[in-house]
């Protein structure tokens, strides 16, 4: 069942049905314009070993990264506040995903490209 539904999450992301912005009030970065206290994730200058990740969260949230195949390659749970940090990881070149997960609840996904 999980796989089945990663894929058809997989599927709705790469077909650009997410590709629109449900947030009006931000960017399509992610990152909230000119509101502060906005919960957001970035992931930038991701390379096969390093990537920088920039988040404003109320809680504590753990990060996951996915391959296409729906495999979990890298967690973290990222600590409350305005915060960023450069995980060292070990990825190959290609398509990933993220998740922000806040206990059941996913409270942001998308993809970025190592390069």
């Known amino acids: 069942m ?3 539904l990663l894929y058809i999450f997989v599927s709705f992301i790469l077909c650009g049905y997410a590709a629109a912005n449900p ?3 931000r960017g399509n970065d992610g990152i909230a ?3 502060a206290e ?3 994730v970035t992931i930038s200058n991701a390379t096969g ?3 920088r990740i920039t988040y404003n969260f109320k809680t ?3 990060l996951k990264i996915y391959n296409l ?3 979990n390659v890298y967690s973290v749970r990222l600590s409350p506040g305005q915060n960023s940090v450069d995980l060292s990881v070990n990825l190959d070149k290609g398509a990933y995903i993220y998740s922000v997960e806040d206990g059941a609840k996913t409270i ?3 993809k970025f490209i190592v390069k």
Request: charge should be positive; proline fraction near 4%.
């Open 2 to 4: 999980k796989r089945l």
């Open 38 to 40: 906005e919960e957001y």
């Open 49 to 51: 070993e390093s990537i």
């Open 60 to 62: 504590s949230k753990v």
């Open 33 to 35: 314009a000119g509101v």
């Open 69 to 71: 195949l729906g495999k």
């Open 108 to 110: 942001s996904a998308k």
């Open 23 to 25: 947030f009006p009030d």
